[in-house]
């Protein structure tokens, strides 16, 4: 997810091509292993588990797929993820962090490396970049499940920093402290988001014209593609319209 929002919504709203939702399939499965493996496999006693299973069914995958990789945390004991961040810059000095979730740190910094390195980036040391965002708790929720001035309501009154409602979902940010807290008070009127998380949420954005903008993208989707790569957050300035548009080209 680049610019931390604008890139979450259209990733799970644009409707990729079978190989694309394939692999966002593969991911979320991932996520929902790893969550079920560190915690409950309730999803009602595990918040992790529970927002990777809204997620899932906020890009379709299937219930079937849902409780495989729930049940594969089990089959697969031996296997352990870990949660990796990676800072650095990629085209036009864009800051980037990414968040990966591997079996296999050496092979997943290799390529990330690659990555950044053919695109004329580079990885960064630790703290690189991150002064450059705050993280911050993120929901996303469907507009259709709820209106604008309704959620604006729920929001504040739950506690939220901030709520606001784009053309393809609204948006609650609340501090990482009471993420929680305004979660679990939100899903009592309404159980499934599209997403919903901690997030690197840049404190400034780079504009930069249609045609730079383009290529970061282009270098922001081939990251995103890495099997290893769960998130990617990125201090661009773009809009929903021209997001589309070049995702769309």
């Given at each position: 997810m680049?610019?931390h ?11 990729r091509?079978?190989k ?6 593969s ?9 079920a493996k ?16 809204q ?12 409780e495989?990789?729930?049940?594969k ?9 870990n ?16 968040e990966?979730?591997?079996d ?7 390529n990330i ?7 004329g ?18 929901i996303?929720?469907d ?13 504040i ?27 679990l ?6 159980k499934?988001f599209i ?18 903008t383009?290529?970061?993208l282009?270098?922001?989707t ?11 957050y990125?201090?661009?300035?773009i ?8 995702l769309?080209a």
């Amino acid at each position: 997810m680049a610019g931390h929002s604008h890139w979450a919504g259209i990733k799970h709203k644009k409707g990729r091509a079978d190989k694309q939702r394939s692999k966002i399939f593969s991911k979320l499965s991932k996520e929902i292993t790893v969550a079920a493996k560190l915690g409950s496999k309730d999803p009602s006693m595990n918040s992790r588990l529970r927002s990777a299973i809204q997620s899932a069914r906020s890009s379709n995958m299937p219930k079937e797929n849902i409780e495989r990789a729930i049940n594969k945390s089990e089959i697969n004991k031996n296997i352990n993820y870990n949660t990796l961040f990676y800072e650095g810059f990629g085209p036009e000095k864009v800051a980037i962090i990414v968040e990966a979730l591997t079996d296999n740190k050496n092979r997943t910094v290799t390529n990330i490396r690659k990555i950044f390195q053919k695109f004329g980036g580079n990885l960064g040391e630790s703290g690189a970049v991150a002064h450059q965002f705050n993280q911050r708790g993120i929901i996303r929720i469907d507009k259709k499940k709820i209106s604008d001035n309704d959620i604006l309501e729920l929001a504040i009154n739950n506690g939220a920093e901030d709520c606001s409602s784009e053309n393809l979902y609204h948006e609650i940010i609340t501090t990482k402290e009471n993420f929680n807290k305004v979660k679990l008070n939100i899903e009592k009127k309404i159980k499934d988001f599209i997403s919903s998380g901690i997030e690197w949420m840049p404190i400034n954005k780079v504009l930069l014209n249609e045609e730079k903008t383009k290529s970061v993208l282009n270098f922001l989707t081939i990251l995103e593609d890495d099997d290893d790569v769960q998130h990617v957050y990125a201090n661009l300035k773009i809009d929903n319209a021209k997001l589309q548009k070049a995702l769309t080209a």
